[in-house]
């Protein structure tokens, strides 16, 4: 007989012997392969036995970067009163010509609590601050709620949202939890490796995933039924990511979070999406100080062109611009071009005006009409250059605070 330590540290112990056999197996199969086939010489056995210690010694490092980080990964659940509770896809439903009939409850059923929606974020202080997707609390009327790692459930405060990204910050009241730390996802390179954490299906709660930095600064729309959000400069990872991973961390063998999870293509496989985090650290800094997420805002609709075939010339040179930010209108009635009363309005801009450069920065694909103004406040004054029928021109304009 044996006791329950001692059957664990034997199945344990079996696991890593088939690791180790499979490895060796793997590599055994390389070296008679390359023998065969390749001019080559094979690996010797201490070659192999150096390339299973470099595996084992890499997946060792995963393992302790992911146990380090998962317990600060959170389970967000959206819970909302029985009476209240109408699904999304009601929701899109409901019309004048559409009326719905309601199951008759007591007062007490119509005020019990029930799980609509959950997803994933993770805790960016010890005194309770939560990161995640803002499409993961985008339900009115309901309450949130944290489930930690060990499983406890607590009730967390939705502070704000970001109005023009998929972020939100969240709050559960108490100090010392275990927090992750936020990296520098503009060092990032293609063919890095980044792990994935999350509550995948809503259910599994810190699903691990791992994989490469596919590609950077892709810009790509992300939304359901209800919601659609453009991402800029968004991470491309082949790392999985399911339902329920939105909002965990995308993080670097150090154990850094370098991005959001947010969105997984469907018209792809291993194409998934992530917020660069240094996106999010701003607002993180405004709820500290402000309370609020603070965004400064110019006020115009625009669509991202290529000024071919357009020569400006200033001071007696040409000039070629990369990219430009065309100011269009909506798709939809009401969506015009420039925002009446905007910081835009006031500084003179108009449908069909091109812009191209912001306080001396050219417009890139790094370096967006978004991102530009986002790394920006309100009140600041920016000198703006764009093309109208052909000619260059300059404005200043006043930017000012994004009030919804």
Do not use: C
């Not at 994933?120 to 005194?127: A, R």
């Not at 939809?332 to 306080?359: C, F, M, R, T, Y």
């Not at 001396?360 to 406040?377: A, M």
């Amino acid at each position: 007989m044996y006791d329950q330590k001692t059957q664990t540290l034997f199945i344990l112990g079996m696991a890593v012997s088939a690791i180790v056999g499979a490895v060796f197996g793997a590599f055994s199969s390389v070296a008679f392969s390359t023998q065969l086939f390749s001019p080559e010489a094979p690996l010797s056995k201490e070659q192999v036995d150096k390339k299973i210690v470099e595996l084992i010694e890499e997946e060792s490092a995963t393992i302790a970067v992911v146990e380090r980080v998962t317990p600060a990964v959170v389970s967000i659940v959206v819970k909302k009163e029985r009476g209240k509770v109408t699904s999304r896809a009601q929701r899109v439903l409901l019309s004048p010509f559409f009326v719905q009939q309601a199951p008759s409850l007591s007062e007490a059923e119509a005020k019990q609590l029930v799980e609509i929606s959950s997803g994933s974020g993770f805790f960016v202080s010890e005194d309770g601050y939560v990161l995640t997707n803002r499409h993961v609390v985008d339900e009115q009327e309901a309450q949130f709620f944290v489930v930690t790692n060990d499983g406890e459930e607590h009730p967390a405060e939705l502070i704000d949202i970001d109005p023009f990204q998929d972020i939100a910050v969240l709050r559960v009241t108490g100090t010392g939890f275990p927090y992750a730390p936020l990296g520098d996802s503009d060092g990032i390179k293609i063919g890095q490796t980044v792990i994935a954490i999350g509550n995948t299906l809503s259910e599994f709660r810190n699903t691990v995933t791992k994989g490469v930095i596919s590609g950077r600064n892709r810009r790509v729309t992300a939304g359901s039924a209800m919601t659609t959000d453009v991402i800029e400069q968004a991470i491309q990872t082949d790392a999985a990511i399911n339902p329920g991973n939105s909002g965990g961390p995308l993080i670097n063998l150090r154990g850094d979070v370098i991005g959001i999870n947010t969105a997984v293509s469907v018209q792809g496989e291993a194409v998934a999406f992530a917020i660069p985090v240094n996106q999010a650290k701003r607002a993180i800094e405004d709820v500290r100080e402000y309370g609020r997420i603070v965004r400064a805002w110019l006020g115009v609709r625009y669509t991202l062109v290529k000024p071919q075939g357009e020569t400006v010339e200033v001071g007696g040179k040409t000039v070629v611009y990369e990219l430009g930010a065309m100011i269009v209108s909506g798709s939809q009635p009401g969506q015009v071009a420039v925002i009446p009363d905007s910081p835009a309005d006031q500084a003179g801009l108009k449908e069909g005006d091109v812009l191209l450069k912001l306080n001396g920065q050219n417009l890139t694909k790094e370096h967006t009409l978004s991102t530009i103004i986002s790394g920006l406040r309100p009140e600041e004054k920016v000198e703006i250059e764009y093309l109208r029928e052909g000619a260059l021109e300059k404005t200043v304009a006043v930017l000012a605070e994004y009030e919804g």
